[in-house]
């Protein structure tokens, strides 16, 4: 057969270094069939890294729930000796018709590359293609990595139909951001261009996170992980020094309580996630996973407060929560499962409570200016958008430059007594007890993992994450230069211990380095590797250096570079580790600040909002007035691109926030909007 | 009227101080009946403080799914106004039959005390049983207290059947071991008469948890969940130090995944909490909740593990698992959701692997000898007690003196490449392609809130909890004392000023401290409550003192002092801590010590288990053998008294593990139950 004689000659017959090839995958599935039908099998060659969901399967062959194909199916079709068996070359044994589908990621390997089929099979990625061609008629190109976090194989049949028709303008715009010389391990796409694909790329291969095979959840990797505990010890300290403590409560909720404050639950009932099974038995009333804990709490914050000399009662819990969102997911910023902090408190007295409030969002706004370097602006939420069942809520907002959209950052609210009337959460007047009793005042105040993915937008860039050093996991990488083959063994020795040094000094003084001192790959590969990574200075030390007494060392934002002597490397490295934190912060708050613009006329305002701005405006606060203004201001349909991840195509903006320090308002100035007159600024935008 | 008059005679006009007044709740309660039926009212008369669960109102009064009732029913059937203002004296308008139940735990009020009826309406104790037994014909006292663990509204109408008959032996039981003087604060069994009820009150007292009202799940509060950040820290640092890093996982699996490892998945199918709904859909397929993460995490492992040069792989995680188990819950030790910590590693060699199971064992050892003061006993489980799919699993074990049971600590296990070869967790051989590939080495091991209760059951008295100091929320409250009617408003401010400085010198060296200088309280009743909950040290500073430059320290565990001058405090306080710290554990190690026998004939195998000892008996190593030795060992129904909790009524010795450290085996020596040659000493014993 002349098919497969000429798989045989394409194949390589030296073993490449074991680096250097790329490993592919090549699955047959079987899609579900009536028993009487013949199932046409489905061979998908894809990047080893390539995660191939069986929805997009099924949705480019037009086929359902393909499962991979058993022994008995490959065999019959490819006369293979198993499906674990089967390789390419078999596809020139097909005893009939097949899909072929081979995977987008494809496209960014070089044509010389060599490509790993199994443990013994190499071939040239040109050649691949070459035979991959004989199948023209059953050949197809899928974009699984564009498409994976919005399918899974237990969900979103209706959802599939719904993206096929952006899919294609989709993947044209994707062919269009990939970037030039982008390699392999590298980003491929342009912030500029493809921002979504980008935010995706930079995370999993930054290795911050990595899809999931439950939709909506994502792996937390330990860079981002370990961000997070930074985060929670900086946090933890700043709240336990206000006499907050920490405890736990279960994260199941029984139905009657959850469903006790009405206006509350409102809010989150369409997202509760039922547990109604326990191994093979119904449980007699289906018991909800927390989607925020107030409920949970407050019954027994009533039966532990008995005395206003238990007041006041502030405890915080590190846990997650569930809301089974049914909109698109998005890495950090809406997953169905998230890490977060919440914060309940119950005062005697509303002054106590509304100081707790401001300072805990001066908590939060220092998580964000202080460890991500990134700018918020803080305020308070508009009545349309404050917490359902609570009195006022207050907020740090970010803004993404790339989108030009708002994101809400972290939230403190003030409960009021709303829900301790509920939970009849009261004490003895401390005046007597022929004053009348007094329900506690309340607050709630929660940051979550989402904070990440704000930081990761904001910083990071085409070649990788970029990452604050307070924040970041490790801080520093020593890496050996300058050593050729004309480098003596004793040399070579030298430069490495001189390196292990400096990594052990630096750790001693608590700076977060390691060494890459494996001899196996170019100090160029290493550079690429720990910009994609985010590492944010890298340290340089080579034989011209040694004689010197010095180091070079470059920052991971700019490429800025210093040269720091070995006698001042505990002294300069933290300078240089916090000269980078205090730049990041201020090119993210210069981007904030131009593009905050105030317009007074409701004229300016589209044009503003289509300029990537979020706009400070005199509003009249009334709620009807910023419905309209999001109407208003939506996009209409003229043929734009929108951003696929938009809730709809065409999102007005939202207000974000009355900022706490406002603007100057004019006597007499009316609203942007309406007749009314504005009774402050507020900030609107197009938002997360 | 005679009845009501007599009520409002009984009222106390004048209002007592605050503080001294006992708050008792009364309600009413409608029973589910058929619309036809006329429903019996169920009036409940209780302390404040005790939570009275709907199950049990229906298990006394044989009525079916009471309710609060509304004010309809409590209008009709007692004329009172509201079902909220009904107040005990309408007991004297009732219309109709009801049912009266009183709280057991009212029977620890004196009969002097005042009790506080509602806003303004007061009575003495003992007048307020007087007039109830104007109704004796309807009442009932039922314990609420013993049985709130096991009932709840949501489920276990089942259950309530099976534990009737045991209900009437337990109340007696609990009648004889109310400790003579308890007060109402204060712990009202006795650790050695009735151990479980002794450690429900001392977890609730003593503030370490409360009882939820979804069953099998409880609140960790503030001095609980301190502990456990205690241990997070210790235990952290340790194998952050052995390069394991921290991550996050999802806590949804989809049944495919959960299913993937057969052996493993049957351990945990039964228990396993399925979520089927969110919101108002029906999701296409059910997701389970995380009973532990091992099919959770190796999918993802081994697609990031492409090279040996990825291996080792070591992650951890903190978070909570479920279990949703149906044998009776226990605090801390069988709870459906747990925090705890689970390791997953990966390495390239057994060897590797092997090192760290016992690295990470002795680390868990640690966490029960170092910070927790509690001897264990590290071992390997046999093969019919080790975990799942693993190829063996090593433990520490533990003994709960009162019961003479043993308990399992923590396990560390070596999984071998039972799950690699599943989940296809492999590398090529470093020594080059034509080397076979090598599936990853596996470990997993875990470590969970279960040491608390551990601590507890072994350390605290009858006076409450004792909590060693290294893991204490607080090691040390400063109590002013001395201070009389005498004592000028100079001189006490001057005593206050000195023991706030005390406090403060304490924080400065990092003692947690804290001060209570409240002066509506005397001393005693402050010791009382710091006793209840377990403050390691008390510092008590009078005028006396203050003249001899002194302060008196007293130990919680055994009420020692310590006269330490002011110039020592630095110094001697941290040094008083760590004696207490080693003086718990020496006492622990005792009892363990003179309760771990050696038993080498079988004839005496059960005395010696029945003087609650756990027993080191040589053994031959065969499973069918431990079935044996367990069934053989079960105490016949013999009247004896079984602990409420145990899990049969006659509950055999099961291995707990074969101790690494061994006594010497004689040659020959046969093993204790059959005709084998005993392979080693295995350690039994009774277990929970
Ligand atoms: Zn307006
Ligand atoms: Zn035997």
Same mark, same amino acid.
């Given at each position: 057969?002349?098919?497969?004689?000429?798989?045989?000659?394409?194949?390589?017959?030296?073993?490449?270094?074991?680096?250097?090839?790329?490993?592919?995958?090549?699955?047959?599935?079987?899609?579900?069939?009536?028993?009487?039908?013949?199932?046409?099998?489905?061979?998908?060659?894809?990047?080893?890294?390539?995660?191939?969901?069986?929805?997009?399967?099924?949705?480019?062959?037009?086929?359902?729930?393909?499962?991979?194909?058993?022994?008995?199916?490959?065999?019959?079709?490819?006369?293979?000796?198993?499906?674990?068996?089967?390789?390419?070359?078999?596809?020139?044994?097909?005893?009939?018709?097949?899909?072929?589908?081979? !995977?987008?990621?494809?496209?960014?390997?070089?044509? !010389?590359?060599?490509?790993?089929?199994?443990?013994?099979?190499?071939?040239?990625?040109?050649?691949?293609?070459?035979?991959?061609?004989?199948?023209?008629?059953?050949?197809?190109?899928?974009?699984?990595?564009?498409?994976?976090?919005?399918?899974?194989?237990?969900?979103?049949?209706?959802?599939?139909?719904?993206?096929?028709?952006?899919?294609?303008?989709?993947?044209?715009?994707?062919?269009?951001?990939?970037?030039?010389?982008?390699?392999?391990?590298?980003?491929?796409?342009?912030?500029?261009?493809?921002?979504?694909?980008?935010?995706?790329?930079?995370?999993?291969?930054?290795?911050?996170?990595?899809?999931?095979?439950?939709?909506?959840?994502?792996?937390?990797?330990?860079?981002?992980?370990?961000?997070?505990?930074?985060?929670?010890?900086?946090?933890?300290?700043?709240?336990?020094?206000?006499?907050?403590?920490?405890?736990?409560?279960?994260?199941?909720?029984?139905?009657?309580?959850?469903?006790?404050?009405?206006?509350?639950?409102?809010?989150?009932?369409?997202?509760?996630?039922?547990?109604?099974?326990?191994?093979?038995?119904?449980?007699?009333?289906?018991?909800?996973?927390?989607?925020?804990?107030?409920?949970?709490?407050?019954?027994?914050?009533?039966?532990?407060?008995?005395?206003?000399?238990?007041?006041?009662?502030?405890?915080?819990?590190?846990?997650?929560?569930?809301?089974?969102?049914?909109?698109?997911?998005?890495?950090?910023?809406?997953?169905?499962?998230?890490?977060?902090?919440?914060?309940?408190?119950?005062?005697?007295?509303?002054?106590?409570?509304?100081?707790?409030?401001?300072?805990?969002?001066?908590?939060?706004?220092?998580?964000?200016?202080?460890?991500?370097?990134?700018?918020?602006?803080?305020?308070?939420?508009?009545?349309?958008?404050?917490?359902?069942?609570?009195?006022?809520?207050?907020?740090?907002?970010?803004?993404?430059?790339?989108?030009?959209?708002?994101?809400?950052?972290?939230?403190?609210?003030?409960?009021?007594?709303?829900?301790?009337?509920?939970?009849?959460?009261?004490?003895?007047?401390?005046?007597?007890?022929?004053?009348?009793?007094?329900?506690?005042?309340?607050?709630?105040?929660?940051?979550?993992?989402?904070?990440?993915?704000?930081?990761?937008?904001?910083?990071?860039?085409?070649?990788?994450?970029?990452?604050?050093?307070?924040?970041?996991?490790?801080?520093?990488?020593?890496?050996?230069?300058?050593?050729?083959?004309?480098?003596?063994?004793?040399?070579?020795?030298?430069?490495?211990?001189?390196?292990?040094?400096?990594?052990?000094?630096?750790?001693?003084?608590?700076?977060?380095?390691?060494?890459?001192?494996?001899?196996?790959?170019?100090?160029?590969?290493?550079?690429?590797?720990?910009?994609?990574?985010?590492?944010?200075?890298?340290?340089?030390?080579?034989?011209?250096?040694?004689?010197?007494?010095?180091?070079?060392?470059?920052?991971?934002?700019?490429?800025?570079?210093?040269?720091?002597?070995?006698?001042?490397?505990?002294?300069?490295?933290?300078?240089?580790?916090?000269?980078?934190?205090?730049?990041?912060?201020?090119?993210?708050?210069?981007?904030? !600040?131009?593009?905050?613009?105030?317009?007074?006329?409701?004229?300016?305002?589209?044009?503003?909002?289509?300029?990537?701005?979020?706009?400070?405006?005199?509003?009249?606060?009334?709620?009807?007035?910023?419905?309209?203004?999001?109407?208003?201001?939506?996009?209409?349909?003229?043929?734009?691109?929108?951003?696929?991840?938009?809730?709809?195509?065409?999102?007005?903006?939202?207000?974000?926030?009355?900022?706490?320090?406002?603007?100057?308002?004019?006597?007499?100035?009316?609203?942007?909007?309406?007749?009314?007159?504005?009774?402050?600024?507020?900030?609107?935008?197009?938002?997360?």
């Amino acid at each position: 057969m002349p098919v497969s004689e000429a798989f045989a000659k394409l194949c390589v017959n030296e073993k490449p270094p074991a680096e250097s090839a790329v490993a592919v995958k090549s699955l047959v599935f079987k899609p579900k069939t009536p028993k009487s039908a013949t199932p046409v099998p489905i061979v998908v060659v894809a990047l080893q890294s390539t995660t191939t969901p069986s929805a997009l399967i099924a949705n480019a062959t037009s086929s359902k729930d393909p499962r991979l194909a058993r022994d008995d199916l490959v065999k019959q079709a490819f006369q293979s000796e198993s499906a674990r068996a089967f390789i390419l070359g078999d596809l020139a044994n097909a005893t009939s018709n097949f899909h072929l589908l081979i !995977d987008h990621e494809l496209g960014t390997v070089d044509g !010389d590359t060599i490509l790993q089929l199994n443990d013994s099979t190499y071939m040239k990625k040109s050649d691949m293609m070459k035979f991959l061609n004989n199948f023209e008629d059953s050949q197809k190109v899928v974009d699984f990595s564009q498409e994976v976090s919005k399918e899974t194989a237990t969900e979103g049949k209706k959802q599939q139909k719904k993206q096929q028709p952006s899919k294609a303008g989709t993947a044209a715009a994707a062919a269009a951001a990939a970037l030039e010389d982008a390699k392999l391990i590298g980003i491929t796409v342009d912030k500029a261009l493809d921002f979504p694909g980008w935010y995706q790329q930079i995370l999993t291969k930054g290795e911050m996170l990595d899809y999931y095979d439950v939709s909506g959840c994502y792996i937390l990797r330990p860079p981002s992980y370990a961000i997070w505990e930074n985060i929670q010890k900086w946090f933890d300290d700043k709240i336990k020094a206000i006499g907050v403590q920490n405890a736990y409560f279960p994260m199941f909720v029984s139905s009657r309580v959850l469903e006790k404050e009405k206006d509350h639950v409102e809010g989150f009932a369409p997202e509760v996630a039922w547990v109604t099974r326990a191994g093979s038995s119904e449980l007699e009333e289906p018991i909800a996973i927390r989607p925020t804990s107030e409920t949970v709490m407050y019954p027994y914050y009533a039966k532990w407060v008995q005395s206003y000399r238990d007041l006041p009662l502030k405890l915080n819990q590190w846990n997650s929560v569930v809301r089974w969102e049914f909109k698109h997911p998005q890495p950090f910023l809406r997953t169905r499962e998230f890490l977060w902090q919440e914060g309940h408190t119950a005062h005697l007295t509303a002054k106590d409570a509304e100081e707790e409030v401001l300072q805990i969002l001066d908590f939060y706004a220092g998580v964000y200016e202080e460890l991500l370097a990134v700018p918020v602006v803080k305020g308070r939420k508009t009545e349309k958008e404050k917490f359902a069942g609570g009195d006022f809520t207050t907020t740090c907002e970010g803004y993404i430059p790339q989108t030009g959209r708002g994101i809400q950052g972290a939230t403190s609210h003030h409960l009021g007594q709303n829900f301790s009337k509920m939970f009849n959460l009261s004490v003895e007047n401390p005046l007597g007890s022929d004053h009348p009793k007094i329900f506690a005042y309340q607050n709630s105040w929660g940051l979550s993992t989402r904070v990440i993915g704000v930081m990761v937008m904001i910083h990071s860039d085409n070649k990788g994450l970029v990452i604050p050093p307070r924040v970041s996991q490790f801080q520093s990488v020593v890496i050996p230069v300058g050593i050729t083959k004309k480098t003596s063994e004793e040399q070579r020795k030298h430069i490495h211990e001189t390196a292990r040094s400096v990594e052990s000094r630096l750790k001693k003084v608590g700076i977060r380095a390691f060494g890459d001192y494996n001899d196996n790959y170019t100090p160029g590969w290493k550079f690429s590797q720990y910009e994609l990574k985010g590492i944010p200075i890298r340290i340089e030390l080579g034989p011209k250096d040694i004689e010197k007494n010095q180091v070079v060392v470059v920052r991971r934002n700019d490429s800025k570079k210093y040269v720091v002597s070995f006698d001042e490397l505990e002294a300069r490295i933290p300078e240089i580790l916090e000269e980078m934190q205090g730049d990041l912060f201020k090119k993210a708050k210069e981007l904030f !600040d131009t593009h905050r613009v105030i317009v007074n006329e409701w004229s300016g305002f589209v044009p503003a909002l289509n300029k990537k701005n979020v706009i400070l405006a005199p509003w009249c606060g009334v709620m009807e007035c910023e419905e309209d203004i999001k109407e208003s201001s939506a996009k209409k349909d003229d043929g734009e691109e929108f951003e696929e991840d938009d809730k709809a195509p065409s999102m007005g903006a939202k207000s974000l926030c009355i900022p706490f320090d406002q603007p100057v308002l004019n006597e007499g100035q009316k609203c942007i909007k309406c007749e009314r007159i504005a009774v402050n600024y507020c900030m609107f935008g197009r938002s997360y």
